[in-house]
C-alpha cells in the first residue's frame, strides 16, 4: 500500500514539474506506448526566455529506460545564414536501477564570442541572431555517428523539445575579456577605450520615394524605370530575404488620370501604371495596371513561376488627383482610393490570391513607373510615388503631401477648367456666327411664292396665338479674343467646317509673325498664344514655357512654364520633351535631379528622331551646331538665292562630283541653309552616279528603292547598290544585307552581307549584326545580349542613330552580365535626342535672324533651343546675352550670361567649346558670383587649354604670376614635365611658349610680350648679383669721375682768378 502511495506521489511530483516549464514548442515521447511512469522523458526545468552572454546555465531533467545519449544544442539564424548551430553539449545516459530513474543535470550555454559578447578591441566581430531555440534530445546510441557527421541529431531523436529563446542583441551583451589573470594597464584602457565604442551601419530607410516630381506619361512605352537596392543594414537584408515568398509592403502612388488605355480599346488590353520586369522581359510580382474601364489589375507571381491577377470592382477617377494604396500581405492584397474634395472619398477592394505562395524580391529585376517595351501607360501623370518595403502602413499613416508640391501647384484641374470655358466660349460663337450666316443667306435667296404664303401665314397665326421664343443672345467677346473671333467668323462665313487644330495652328502662326517683327510684341501676343495652347497647339505651349521660365517682357513663373511643358510633353512634343529631360539631369528651374526620370523623356525624342528625319518634311532642316563666334561656319550658310548655292549649282552641272555630291545631301537633308528638296536633291544623286563613283550610286540606290523624291523601284535601287557593292562600298553591302533580311527572308545571306560589310568598318552593318544577335535571328547562334551591346557601342560609337538609341535602352536595363548604367544611358539617349529636326528649325531659325541682324529675335529662339538643354544653344543664347546689343537683357528677368555658360560647360568636354569655359574661368577668377574660387578658375583654364586655346594659357600663367594656389595636377594634365613645374619662372616660360607657339595668330603678340618680360626677369635672376656688382661698380666709376671733373673745374676756376688779379 505504501508503494503505491508513494508512485502516486512521483506522478503528481513529475506532473507538477513538467506543468512549471515553459510551453514547449515540440514535447516527444516513444512513440507507439502509452505515457507511464517508467517512459522516457526530456526537458529544461528553468523559465528559459533568454539567453544573455556565456554564462547561461540550464537544468535538464531527464529519465531513460536504456542506455542513451543526451544532448542540449543551440540553433540560431545567424544575419543572413538559416539556422547554425552555435552551440552542442552530449553527454551519456546509463540506465537506471531505480524506481523513477530520474536525473538532473546542470549544463553551461557558453555561446561564441560573436554571439554571446558585446564589441570592443578584443571581440571585434559581432553578429546578430534571429528565431533562436534551446533543444535537447535523448538518442539512441547507435545512431550517434551519423547524426553526428550530418549535424541532425534533434531531428532523429525519438524523445525531443525545443523552446524558442531570444539571445540578447549585440550591444545589449556584456564586454569579452581575453584574459582572467591581471594584464598592465594599457589593456585595461584599450578594453574601457572600445567598449563605449558602438560600430553603427549608415541609416538606412524603408521606405522608398520612387517618384519625388511629377512625370507624364503619354500612353506610349515610356515610363521611369528604377532597380532597389539590397539593405546595407543585414539586420533589414535578413528580413527583406525572409519576406521574399511571405512578401509585405505597401505602395502609394498619386495620379491623375487623362485617359485610362489610350488608342482603339481591344479585350484584354492593359495599360501600366507600374509593373516589374527582368532585363530580358519576363514579368514579375507586382504589376499594378489598368484596363479601358479604368478598373485596377493586380497581377503577381508566385513561387512556381505562374502568373495570377485580382481586379477591382471599381474604376479610379478621371481628371483629378488620386491617391492609390495598395497593401500586400503573404496572400492578400488591399487596395485604397482616396479621391474628389480634399481626398475624403474613399474606395476600399480586397482579394486573395489561392494556391502556391507569391514570389516578391524587390532588389532584384527592374520596376517601371509608367509604360515600358513591353506594355504602355495610361494617359496622364504621376505626381508621387512611394514604396514602404517590409512593412504594412495603414492609409492613415501615410502622410499627405504638401499643399505646395509640385503636383498641386500646376492646376492642372484649374487649367482644364479654364480651357474648357475658353472652348465653350468658342462653340458659343461659332453657333452665332452659323446663325447669323443662315440669316444672312436666306435674305439673299429667292424663295418660291408659296413658301412666302407659308410664313405670311404662319406669322398671322403666331400674332394671334404667339409662341415663346429665345432671342438669340452671346457671350461677350473681349479685347483679347477678337482675333479668334474673327477666324470663326471667316470660317463660317466661307462655309467650311469649324476645325479647332486649324484655329489654333493660325493664332501660333499670327502669334509668332508678329512676334517675330519685334520682341517687345511678346506682351501682345501671348494671350494669343495661350489660346492656341487650349486648343492643343504645341509649339505655342512650348514657347510660353520658354517666356515664363525665363521672364521675357513677362514676369518669371516656374511652376506655370513647367505645367506649360508637361501640357505640351504630353502629346509628344519633341522641344518639350527634351527640356523636360533636361531639367531632370541637371536638377534646374525648380526640377528635381533624377536621371532615370530624364532617361524617360530623352528616350522618347531619341526613338523618334530617325523616324523624323526619313518623314523629310520640307519645314525639317539638318541640325547643324553652328556657334556665333565662328565667323567661317556663320558665312558658309546660304540659301536658294545665296551666292554659294549658285556657284554649287553651276559646278554641279559643269560635272564636278564634290559639287554634285555636296548640293545633293545639302538639299537632301536640309543643310547650310537650304530648304529640304528631294525631287531636286535626286537629280544630282543621278549626276553623280553616272559618274561611277561608288557612294554615290548608294545614295542613288537608296532613294530609288525607298521611292524618296522619286518614283519608287527596287530593282533599278538593287542594280545601283550592286554596282557599288563591287567596288567595295560598305554601305552599299550592308544595304544588300538589309534587303536581303527584310524583305527576302535570307537571314543566312543577310549575315554574310553585313559580317563584309562590317569588316570593312561600317557602322550601319554593325547595328544590324548586333539586331541579330540580340533577337537570337544570327544563323546558328544563340542570343546573345552582351555581343550585341559590343556592337551597338561600336556602331553608335562612330554616328549610327538606331546604334545609339539601342545603347541606351540596353544599359539603362543592364544585361546578365553586365550592370545597368543610368549614366551612360541617359547620355547616349540624350545624344541621339539632339539630332531630331524640330532642334535643326529652331536653332536654323534663330541663326536666319542673326544673319538679317535681329539680334532680339534671335537670343528668342536661342533659348527655346537652350531651354530644351541643346549645348550651342546654350552658348549663343549667353553670347548674345553678353553682347547685349540694344539693351535686350534688360527686358529679361533671368540672368542669361553666366547660367548659359555654365550649363554650356556642363556637357561632356568634347561638345564644350573653350570660349566658354574661358567665359567660367573668368567668372570664378573674378568673383562674380560672390566670391573668388581660383581652383575652379584654373580647373576651367585647363579644359580650355586642353583645347589649344591660347588665351587659356595665357590665363593660367597669369594666376601662376599672381600667386595663385593652382594644383600641379592640372598642369600634369596639360603634358608639363614635373621639372618645369616646379619651378614658377620655368613654368611661366613654358605656358608662354606655348602660347605664343599657337595656331591662333592674334595670340601671337601679346603672348611673346610676356614671354619677353618673364626671359628678362629669369635673366635678371640667373646674373642678380654680378648686375648689381657691376651697376655698383659702373656708378661708383661715375661718380668718381664726376667729383673729380667738378673740382678739377673748380680748382682751374681759382687758380684763374689768381692770375686775373
Known amino acids: 500500500m505504501y508503494s503505491y ?82 552551440f552542442q553539449k552530449v553527454w551519456k545516459c546509463r540506465k537506471s536501477e531505480q524506481f523513477s530513474g530520474i536525473k538532473f543535470k546542470k549544463v553551461k550555454l557558453k555561446l561564441p564570442p560573436d554571439v554571446a559578447y558585446n564589441y570592443n578591441a578584443f571581440n571585434k566581430h559581432v553578429t546578430s541572431t534571429s528565431r533562436s531555440k534551446v533543444r535537447v534530445w535523448m538518442l539512441d546510441n547507435e545512431w550517434w555517428p551519423f547524426c553526428y557527421r550530418n549535424s541532425d541529431c534533434y ?49 538606412e530607410e524603408e521606405i522608398i520615394e520612387a517618384i519625388k516630381y511629377p512625370v507624364v506619361l503619354g500612353g506610349d512605352s515610356y515610363g521611369v524605370y528604377r532597380q532597389f537596392l539590397p539593405f546595407n543594414n543585414p539586420d533589414l537584408e535578413r528580413e527583406r530575404q525572409e519576406q521574399t515568398e511571405r512578401p509585405i509592403f505597401t505602395i502609394s502612388i498619386w495620379l491623375y488620370i487623362l485617359e485610362y488605355c489610350p488608342g482603339r480599346p481591344r479585350p484584354g488590353l492593359l495599360c501600366s501604371i507600374m509593373h516589374r520586369f527582368t532585363w530580358d522581359g519576363q514579368f514579375r510580382t507586382i504589376m499594378v495596371l489598368l484596363t479601358p474601364e479604368g478598373r485596377i489589375h493586380i497581377q503577381i507571381q508566385d513561387i512556381a513561376g505562374h502568373h495570377k491577377a485580382g481586379l477591382s470592382h471599381f474604376s479610379i477617377p478621371k481628371h483629378q488627383w488620386t491617391r492609390v494604396i495598395v497593401q500586400f500581405q503573404m496572400q492578400t492584397w488591399r487596395l485604397f482610393i482616396n479621391y474628389g474634395e480634399q481626398f475624403k472619398e474613399t474606395l476600399e477592394t480586397e482579394y486573395r490570391h489561392a494556391g502556391e505562395p507569391t514570389f516578391y524580391d524587390d532588389a532584384k529585376d527592374l520596376v517601371t513607373f509608367g509604360g515600358s517595351e513591353y506594355m504602355a501607360s495610361f494617359r496622364g501623370y504621376i505626381g508621387q510615388a512611394t514604396i514602404y518595403r517590409n512593412k504594412i502602413v495603414n492609409p492613415d499613416k501615410i502622410p499627405m503631401p504638401s499643399k505646395f508640391h509640385p503636383m498641386f501647384e500646376l492646376q492642372l484641374t484649374h487649367r482644364e477648367k479654364k480651357c474648357g470655358d475658353y472652348l465653350d466660349w468658342v462653340t458659343d460663337r461659332v453657333n452665332v456666327h452659323k446663325s447669323k450666316y443662315d440669316v444672312s443667306l436666306r435674305k439673299r435667296t429667292c424663295r418660291h411664292p408659296f413658301v412666302e404664303i407659308v410664313e405670311k401665314a404662319m406669322d398671322n397665326w403666331k400674332a394671334v396665338s404667339p409662341l415663346p421664343t429665345c432671342k438669340l443672345t452671346s457671350k461677350r467677346t473681349t479685347r483679347k479674343r477678337k482675333q479668334v473671333d474673327r477666324i470663326i467668323k471667316k470660317m463660317v462665313w466661307e462655309g467650311r467646317n469649324v476645325d479647332f487644330s486649324e484655329i489654333a495652328d493660325l493664332l501660333y502662326k499670327n502669334a509668332t509673325t508678329e512676334l517675330e517683327a519685334g520682341l517687345e510684341k511678346i506682351q501682345v501676343v501671348f494671350p494669343v498664344l495661350k489660346q492656341a ?154 549626276m553623280s552616279a553616272e559618274t561611277g563613283d561608288a557612294q554615290s550610286q548608294y545614295d542613288y540606290g537608296i532613294v530609288l528603292m525607298r521611292g524618296q523624291g522619286v518614283k519608287k523601284d527596287v530593282e533599278a535601287g538593287l542594280n545601283e547598290l550592286q554596282k557599288a557593292a563591287k567596288q567595295k562600298n560598305p554601305a552599299a553591302i550592308n544595304a544588300i544585307g538589309w534587303h536581303a533580311m527584310n524583305f527576302e527572308r535570307d537571314m543566312k545571306k543577310a549575315a554574310e552581307y553585313y559580317e563584309r560589310s562590317y569588316r570593312l568598318g561600317n557602322p550601319d552593318a554593325a547595328y544590324n549584326l548586333g539586331i541579330l544577335h540580340l533577337y537570337g535571328t544570327y544563323p546558328d547562334k544563340e542570343k546573345n545580349a552582351d555581343l550585341a551591346l559590343d556592337y551597338f557601342i561600336y556602331a553608335a560609337s562612330r554616328g549610327q542613330i538606331d546604334a545609339g538609341t539601342a545603347v541606351a535602352y540596353q544599359t539603362i536595363k543592364g544585361t546578365s552580365r553586365q550592370r545597368r548604367n543610368v549614366y551612360t544611358a541617359v547620355e547616349w539617349a540624350r545624344f541621339i535626342a539632339e539630332k531630331n529636326p524640330t532642334i535643326g528649325l ?153 602660347c605664343k607657339d599657337s595656331k591662333k595668330s592674334e595670340a601671337y603678340m601679346p603672348c611673346s610680350l610676356a614671354l619677353w618680360r618673364i626671359q628678362m626677369l629669369a635673366f635678371w635672376i640667373k646674373y642678380e648679383t654680378v648686375i648689381k656688382l657691376t651697376s655698383f661698380t659702373g656708378i661708383a666709376a661715375m661718380t668718381a669721375l664726376s667729383i673729380y671733373v667738378i673740382l678739377r673745374t673748380q680748382i682751374r676756376a681759382h687758380y684763374d682768378e689768381t692770375d686775373s688779379i
Open 5 to 86: 502511495l508513494s508512485l502516486f506521489i512521483l506522478m503528481i511530483g513529475f506532473n507538477g514539474v513538467k506543468g512549471s516549464a515553459v510551453n514547449p514548442k515540440t514535447m516527444a515521447v516513444v512513440i507507439g506506448n502509452e505515457p507511464s511512469v517508467m517512459a522516457e522523458y526530456i526537458q529544461i526545468m528553468e523559465d528559459l526566455t533568454t539567453i544573455e552572454g556565456a554564462s547561461t546555465k540550464v537544468t535538464v531533467e531527464y529519465r531513460c529506460t536504456d542506455d542513451k545519449l543526451i544532448g542540449v544544442e543551440v540553433v540560431a539564424d545567424i544575419n543572413l545564414e538559416v539556422s547554425q548551430k552555435i
Open 155 to 203: 531531428t532523429k531523436s525519438s524523445v525531443k523539445v525545443s523552446y524558442n529563446v531570444k539571445i540578447s542583441p549585440p550591444f545589449s551583451r556584456p564586454f569579452y575579456k581575453l584574459y582572467k589573470q591581471c594584464k598592465s594597464w594599457p589593456w585595461n584602457i584599450l578594453a574601457a577605450v572600445t567598449s563605449v565604442k558602438i560600430p553603427t551601419c549608415p541609416f
Open 533 to 686: 495652347a487650349c486648343y492643343g497647339n504645341m509649339d505655342a505651349m512650348y514657347m510660353i514655357s520658354t517666356i515664363l521660365n525665363n521672364g521675357i517682357f513677362i514676369k518669371a513663373d516656374e511652376i506655370q512654364s513647367q505645367a506649360y511643358l508637361m501640357l505640351a510633353a504630353l502629346d509628344n512634343h519633341r522641344l518639350a520633351a527634351l527640356s523636360l529631360g533636361h531639367k531632370h539631369r541637371y536638377g534646374i528651374d525648380g526640377v528635381t535631379e533624377d536621371w532615370e526620370q530624364s532617361y524617360r523623356y530623352f528616350k522618347f525624342v531619341a526613338d523618334t528622331t530617325n523616324a523624323d528625319k526619313e518623314k523629310h518634311k520640307d519645314t525639317d532642316v539638318f541640325t547643324e551646331s553652328i556657334r556665333l563666334t565662328d565667323e567661317a561656319a556663320i558665312h558658309e550658310q546660304t540659301d536658294e538665292d545665296g551666292d554659294i548655292f549658285h556657284w554649287l549649282t553651276l559646278q554641279a552641272k559643269q560635272g564636278v562630283l564634290s559639287a554634285q555630291n555636296r548640293i545633293g545631301r545639302a538639299l537632301f537633308w536640309g543643310q547650310q541653309g537650304l530648304k529640304r528638296n528631294l525631287a531636286s536633291a535626286v537629280e544630282y544623286f543621278k
Open 842 to 994: 529652331v536653332l536654323r531659325k534663330a541663326l536666319q535672324f542673326y544673319r538679317k541682324g535681329k539680334r532680339d529675335i534671335s537670343l528668342f529662339y536661342y533659348a527655346l533651343a537652350a531651354d530644351a538643354g541643346v549645348e550651342v544653344g546654350s552658348f549663343n543664347n549667353a553670347w548674345l546675352c553678353e553682347e547685349n546689343k540694344d539693351g535686350i537683357t534688360s527686358f529679361i528677368e533671368k540672368e542669361c550670361i553666366w547660367s548659359r555658360y555654365n550649363m554650356s560647360t556642363q556637357r561632356e568636354p568634347q561638345f564644350v567649346d573653350p570660349y566658354a569655359l574661358l567665359k567660367m574661368g573668368d567668372f570664378y577668377w573674378y568673383g562674380c558670383g560672390g566670391s573668388r574660387d581660383a581652383h575652379q578658375a584654373a580647373k576651367n583654364y585647363v579644359e580650355a587649354a586642353k583645347k589649344n586655346d591660347p588665351q587659356a594659357l595665357f590665363n593660367l600663367a597669369f594666376m601662376v604670376e599672381e600667386g595663385a594656389d593652382v594644383p600641379t595636377e592640372h598642369f600634369r594634365a596639360l603634358h608639363v614635365p614635373n621639372n618645369i613645374i616646379s619651378n614658377n619662372i620655368t613654368l611661366l616660360e613654358h605656358l608662354y611658349t606655348r
